[in-house]
């Protein structure tokens, strides 16, 4: 409470909190890493300053670019479907702010991450460089041709729109190993979940979503993108 009696505002941490029981917990998402790296990674740090304050509503957020940070459930709800126990090795495709990236590194052992518009991508290697997170490397480039370099990967995260599954990233996929990602129109897309189990691939269907395009060979061509 206020001197005047009001209520005073919630401070981020708090704010953060609340983000984790009204938007995760009460929408179904109970495993207790998951939800621990929510209670850590601080999200307020990875929007630009005038978005601070809306750092932890149920909404996506603009970053630069012409880009956006995922809603939270969103990141909860791709995460939560990799299954990650702690020792995968995870591709993460559209590095963007970061945010998805800081929440692999609390999940698993190494995450790489490929970013093509290189502000975007220097400004996320600062953030979590200055929070110690050590486990993330970053590289500039077309993510629809993944990272072939330190494939194969146990687990791959997309987090931007194909018209469908880039052949390169399912190469790049390890066998038992998942990878999730929007596919469809620009308008509008599916978020799946795709398989590969001694050799053969399985797609299953999470849910509707929106996200930015995924701009490139095996994306989206340059010309056809707002
Ligand atoms: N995961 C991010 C959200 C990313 S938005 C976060 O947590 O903030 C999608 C990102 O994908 C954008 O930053 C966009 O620049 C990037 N992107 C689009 N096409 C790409 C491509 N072919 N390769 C790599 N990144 C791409």
């Given at each position: 409470?206020t001197?005047?009696g009001?209520?005073?505002p919630?401070t981020l941490d708090?704010q953060?909190?609340?983000m984790v029981?009204d938007?995760?917990l009460a929408r179904g998402i ?5 939800l621990a790296?929510f209670?850590?990674v601080?999200?307020h740090?990875f929007?630009p300053?005038e ?6 509503t149920d909404h996506?957020l ?5 880009q956006t940070?995922s809603?939270?459930?969103?990141v909860?709800?791709?995460?939560g ?10 591709l993460?495709?559209g590095?963007?702010?970061g ?18 518009v290189?502000?975007?991508l220097r400004?996320?290697a600062?953030?979590?460089s200055a929070?110690?997170?050590l486990?993330?490397?970053f590289?500039a480039g ?25 052949e390169?990233?399912?190469a790049q996929l390890?066998d038992g190993?998942?990878m ?12 799946v ?16 979503c929106v996200?930015v ?7 989206w061509?340059?010309e056809?993108?707002a």
């Amino acid at each position: 409470r206020t001197m005047a009696g009001g209520v005073s505002p919630m401070t981020l941490d708090e704010q953060r909190e609340r983000m984790v029981q009204d938007q995760l917990l009460a929408r179904g998402i109970t495993d207790e890493r998951l939800l621990a790296a929510f209670r850590k990674v601080p999200r307020h740090r990875f929007v630009p300053p005038e978005f601070e304050a809306q750092a932890y509503t149920d909404h996506p957020l603009p970053i630069g670019a012409g880009q956006t940070i995922s809603q939270p459930y969103m990141v909860a709800l791709m995460t939560g479907r990799l299954g990650l126990q702690g020792h995968e090795r995870v591709l993460e495709i559209g590095a963007g702010s970061g945010y998805q990236a800081a929440i692999l590194a609390e999940l698993t052992l190494e995450v790489f991450s490929v970013e093509r518009v290189p502000d975007l991508l220097r400004a996320a290697a600062e953030r979590l460089s200055a929070l110690g997170c050590l486990n993330v490397h970053f590289t500039a480039g077309n993510g629809s041709l993944g990272w072939p370099q330190h494939a194969p990967y146990d687990a791959i995260l997309v987090t931007a729109a194909a018209p469908d599954v880039p052949e390169p990233l399912l190469a790049q996929l390890a066998d038992g190993g998942t990878m999730v990602l929007p596919i469809g129109p620009q308008e509008g897309q599916m978020l799946v979940e795709v398989r590969k189990r001694h050799g053969i691939v399985t797609r299953r269907e999470v849910a509707g979503c929106v996200f930015v395009p995924l701009v490139g060979r095996h994306g989206w061509p340059p010309e056809s993108v707002a």
